[in-house]
């Protein structure tokens, strides 16, 4: 990678081919992306690209990580002034849903680095669990939830937050009517509804040891998604 901008206007320049980048990678894949389409939509010539990446699989290493720190970022402020592990989580998930439905590059772009670039992949993934582990084992500690193993904790919990975020943000159709519960498809949303959140966080404090925290079961047939 080419060194940092030294300039204002430097970082500036570097942002926008980031941004650009997520856009390109979004709509087109990795591999039907180009250094040109990234240059056209960041409004730059592709000489200036190579000021500050040296190939593709350079800004697109540097997207994963840019993609992975933002997502961070939003679930720790969503995460913060919660008053219990619970609270936490459900702030953390709902930060986390309503940056995926402003970023879906996120999930494309992560999947795709499965086999585009699989070190960025661990690290992505990596970076998101240590503090997950870290903060489960603190809330053991405290009583706050059983005494579990942090580390499966951690990648259940991951796991139901990246499924439920592709069922009812990545995978909907906004404009379709709500279908079959197993169709992926027919959510007709584009953000989590908050009956879904407050099932799955039912799940999550049965799963953690304390279903006391997570509310009154709820009461008569389960809400259809409105479209």
Do not use: C
């Amino acid at each position: 990678m080419s060194a940092r901008p030294r300039t204002a206007r430097g970082e500036e320049t570097r942002r926008r081919l980031l941004l650009a980048a997520e856009q390109v990678f979004a709509a087109h894949g990795y591999h039907e992306a180009s250094v040109s389409r990234i240059t056209d939509a960041a409004g730059v010539g592709q000489g200036t690209f190579y000021l500050y990446f040296d190939t593709k699989l350079d800004i697109f290493n540097e997207l994963v990580e840019d993609l992975n720190h933002r997502v961070r970022q939003a679930m720790s402020e969503g995460a913060r002034g919660a008053t219990s592990r619970l609270e936490a989580e459900r702030e953390g998930f709902a930060a986390f849903f309503r940056f995926t439905a402003e970023h879906p590059a996120l999930y494309r772009v992560v999947r795709e680095a499965e086999l585009v670039s699989p070190d960025a992949l661990r690290l992505h993934y990596t970076r998101i669990v240590e503090g997950y582990i870290d903060g489960l084992r603190a809330a053991a500690l405290d009583g706050e939830i059983n005494d579990i193993d942090p580390t499966v904790a951690a990648w259940a919990l991951m796991g139901i937050g990246e499924m439920i975020g592709m069922r009812w943000v990545l995978w909907s159709d906004p404009d379709a009517a709500p279908g079959d519960d197993a169709d992926p498809t027919a959510s007709g949303t584009r953000e989590v509804p908050q009956h879904v959140l407050d099932e799955m966080m039912r799940f999550v404090a049965g799963a953690l040891g304390r279903p006391e925290l997570a509310g009154a079961p709820r009461s008569g047939a389960r809400e259809k998604e409105e479209s």
